[in-house]
């Protein structure tokens, strides 16, 4: 029996995206994006003492939908005057 091609593939197009420190920014962000159909995950970052805010966060989302994403969560920011850290690096995890 054959296997698929597709089964062969590596994929692994997940990019840090953006930081967020604001637990209302992130539900707005997380919003936009549900509503721009783009999937996403959130890593949350434990406080340290350099990052003494626990609310802080990286949403990662796959690097083909980056231009999108981009321009979603900057018209959602820049309306409600959030500060937002754009990543756009590639994610560490490795899942294969």
Known sequence: MEQPLYTSLKVNNEI????????????????????????????????????????????????????????IVRSVCDEKGFHVKFLMRKSPNQYL
């Open 16 to 71: 840090e995206f953006c930081e967020i420190s604001s637990l209302e920014c992130k539900q707005l962000v997380e919003r936009a994006l549900l509503q721009g159909r783009i999937s996403y995950y959130i890593r949350w970052i434990k406080p340290s003492i350099f990052r003494r805010n626990k609310h802080t966060c990286i949403i990662c989302i796959n690097d083909n939908a980056r231009e999108t994403a981009e321009e």
